[in-house]
């Protein structure tokens, strides 16, 4: 297997002398510049090209997800080349929750500090009001065999990740790949890469309150039993109910395989050729961006990578992680995989182990410094 080419640049900026302060090339933001520039990850968008930037907003009450400033860094190179970029993410799992749906999505997003004018593009939701809009995508996974890719990502001509690389409690982190197995699929999707089978009803506890009614989308519950060839899987029913629905959840390893499985599918959908990821190693928070806090970073910050292997940057991500000294007061442990070391049911491996199986990428990289 050959080594894919990563690319690193570090977001230190180590000036020790009073007359030597301003060094505007040390900021973060020019070093991502010139990081997009050395990797050449924008170098295949043509003119006119529709460009979705994938990123994640965060949800009420998180505080360190990526910096807005990085997105529009970004965005206006993007438009240098002569693209035309949108800033996308997708509606969450749920139809309780204020991620569940575009236009809270977007309200929060404004909340955390992403609009149109601060990240200079415009922000679409790509799949929809309500997270039902995919395009359906028949993969080989090694879980799913079909997938419902979110609608503008589907129809977009290039794809960039930009992601907040950091731990997640049920797939041990999230860089690039969940960033596109997870960020990229519409709601029925997200509930086959998190649950087995359509929500049923247990008899015996239901009290005929009629809640999962009121909410299903598709009036899919009758007699209080659900129909299960009706119904789209969007988790609103058992967000409702007290006690009577029950869902069938995949382990750690198995949603690592179906998140990966629907990274094949994106990826496929729009075609390998027109990717590129870029992960940030900074507020390398154990928790994800949809939970409605943030911890203390668990390492040090590290910098930013770039590459067009979904596979090599999220294994150089890990490698990086595991490699760095803990940071005190934090959930970090020492351990060969940190993430496991805090969330001891999951482990780094599945999600890459995974794309290795599926040929997503490559698990031998080779760093390329850039200063
Ligand atoms: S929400 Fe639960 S308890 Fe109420 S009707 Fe539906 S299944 Fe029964
Ligand atoms: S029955 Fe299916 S479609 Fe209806 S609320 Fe429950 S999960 Fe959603």
Redesign the pocket.
């Given at each position: 297997m050959t080594a894919s080419q990563v690319y690193f640049t570090d977001v230190r900026a180590p000036v020790d002398q009073p007359e030597r302060w301003y060094q505007p090339k040390l900021s973060a933001v020019n070093k991502l510049g010139r990081l997009v520039l050395k990797s050449g990850i924008l170098d295949n968008i043509s003119k006119g090209d529709q460009v979705a930037i994938k990123t994640h907003f965060g949800v009420h009450g998180t505080t360190k997800p990526l910096r807005p400033v990085f997105i529009r860094k970004v965005v206006q190179m993007v438009k240098d080349k002569g693209g035309k970029p949108f800033v996308t993410e997708t509606t969450g799992l749920g139809m309780t929750k204020e991620r569940s749906f575009a236009v809270s999505k977007i309200e929060t997003a404004e909340e955390n500090g992403y609009t149109s004018q601060t990240l200079s593009a415009p922000i679409i939701i790509a799949d929809g009001l309500q997270g039902f809009d995919g395009v359906e995508v028949q993969v080989e996974g090694l879980q799913l065999k079909k997938v419902y890719v979110a609608r503008h990502i589907a129809e977009a001509d290039k794809v960039i990740s930009l992601a907040h690389f950091k731990g997640h409690i049920d797939s041990g982190f999230g860089g690039a790949l969940k960033s596109i197995g997870v960020g990229c699929i519409a709601k029925p999707s997200k509930y086959d890469v998190h649950i087995r089978e359509p929500p049923t009803?247990n008899p015996e506890r239901?009290?005929?309150?009629?809640?999962?009614i009121d909410i299903c989308p598709v009036d899919a519950i009758k007699d209080?039993k659900i129909d299960p060839t009706k119904c789209v899987r969007c988790q609103g029913?058992a967000e409702?109910?007290k006690?009577?629905?029950s869902l069938n959840w995949v382990s750690s390893q198995e949603l690592c395989e179906r998140l990966t499985d629907c990274a094949k599918a994106v990826i496929d959908c729009v075609g390998r050729e027109n990717f590129r990821y870029v992960n940030f190693l900074l507020d390398i928070t154990p928790h994800c961006d949809c939970c409605p806090y943030s911890d203390n970073p668990i390492v040090p910050d590290l910098g930013i990578l770039a590459s067009d292997d979904i596979l090599a940057i999220d294994k150089a991500s890990v490698d990086m992680v595991n490699q760095a000294p803990t940071l005190p007061n934090s959930m970090a442990k020492c351990d060969e995989d940190k993430f496991h070391a805090i969330f001891e049911w999951t482990h780094s491996k599945y999600q890459l182990e995974a794309a290795e199986k599926l040929g997503l990428g490559s698990m031998k990289y080779e760093v390329i410094k850039v200063e």
């Open positions: 009803v239901c009290t005929k309150c009629g809640a999962c209080w029913c409702v109910c006690d009577a629905i």
